[in-house]
C-alpha cells in the first residue's frame, strides 16, 4: 500500500523557470515530510523538509509547502539550473518513528 | 558530512549463491541503519531496521531467512542475500542514522548496490 504517492514520474522545464513537483500522502499520522535528491548511480540526499505544524519552508532557492487538510506538499524550485537535473523523493515520517515511507520519485530535467 | 560506504555497488550471481553487500558509517556511530529495495520506476521500500547489537526488525512480508541482516557494530551492517534467484534483483540502498534520538532528516543514504541474479 503506497502511502506516499508522486503521480508525475517525469518533469521538464527550462533553465531558469520555476519546478513544482508534487506529492499526496494518505497516512494522517504522517507528521514530518522530506525531499530527498538523487543523482544515478548515488544515494539519496536530504534536500529539504517541513513540519507539519508549519506550512512553508524556505531553503535558497527550495521552498516546501505543505497543505494538511488536502494531505499534499509540493516541492517548488526556483530559479531551476541544469545541476538540479535529478530524481526528487518525496518521504514522510509519523512521530516518534523514524522510517521512512518514499514516493516513487520524480524525474527532472532541466534544459538549458 | 556524515558519508555511508555501501559496497559493492554492483554484483552479478549465479542463482542459487548468496550475496552478502555491506554497509559502512564512514565517521560517524551508527546505531540504527535500514535497508530499502527499489524496484525499476518504484519507491525506495524499507525492507528492514537494522539496530546495533539486537535483531533486525523486518517489514510485513519480507523474508528474515532470505534477507539476514546482521548488525555488529556501530559502523557496519550487513545484508545477505541467501540463496538468491532472479526474482531478488534489484537495487538495494542503506541508510544511517546518526545518533538514537536525532530527527528524520538526518538519514545518510549509501549510493545503493545493484543485484543481478543470472
Known amino acids: 500500500d503506497q502511502q506516499v504517492k508522486q503521480n508525475s514520474p517525469s518533469l521538464s522545464v527550462q533553465e531558469g523557470r520555476i519546478s513544482i513537483l508534487n506529492c499526496d500522502y494518505t497516512?494522517?499520522?504522517?507528521?514530518?515530510f522530506l525531499w530527498y535528491k538523487k543523482y544515478p548511480a548515488e544515494g539519496p540526499t536530504f534536500l529539504i523538509s517541513?513540519?507539519?505544524?508549519?506550512d512553508k519552508n524556505e531553503d535558497g532557492r527550495f521552498t516546501v509547502f505543505l497543505n494538511k487538510s488536502a494531505k499534499h506538499l509540493s516541492l517548488h524550485i526556483v530559479p531551476s539550473q541544469p545541476g538540479d537535473s535529478a530524481v526528487y523523493f518525496c518521504?514522510?515520517?509519523?512521530?516518534?518513528?523514524?522510517?521512512?515511507?518514499f514516493g516513487a520519485g520524480t524525474t527532472v530535467t532541466v534544459r538549458a | 558530512g556524515a558519508v555511508v560506504s555501501q559496497h559493492p555497488s554492483w554484483v552479478i550471481c549465479k542463482s542459487g549463491t548468496s550475496v552478502k553487500i555491506e554497509c559502512r558509517s564512514l565517521?560517524?556511530?551508527?546505531?540504527?541503519m535500514f535497508w530499502y529495495r527499489q524496484f525499476p520506476k518504484q519507491s525506495l521500500m524499507l525492507m528492514a531496521t537494522?539496530?546495533?547489537?539486537?535483531?533486525?526488525?523486518?517489514e510485513q512480508g519480507v523474508e528474515k531467512d532470505k534477507f539476514l541482516i546482521n548488525h555488529a557494530s556501530l559502523t557496519l551492517s550487513t545484508l545477505t542475500v541467501t540463496s538468491a534467484h532472479p526474482e531478488d534483483s534489484s537495487f538495494y540502498i542503506c541508510?544511517?542514522?546518526?545518533?538514537?534520538?536525532?530527527?528524520?532528516?538526518?538519514?545518510?543514504f549509501g549510493a545503493g548496490s545493484r543485484l543481478t541474479v543470472l
Open positions: 497516512n494522517s499520522m504522517f507528521d514530518y
Open positions: 518521504a514522510a515520517s509519523a512521530a516518534n518513528d523514524y522510517k521512512l515511507s
Open positions: 565517521d560517524f556511530q551508527a546505531t540504527t
Open positions: 517541513i513540519s507539519s505544524i508549519k
Open positions: 537494522s539496530n546495533e547489537g539486537s535483531k533486525a526488525t523486518y
Open positions: 541508510s544511517a542514522r546518526q545518533g538514537r534520538y536525532s530527527g528524520a532528516n538526518v538519514l545518510t
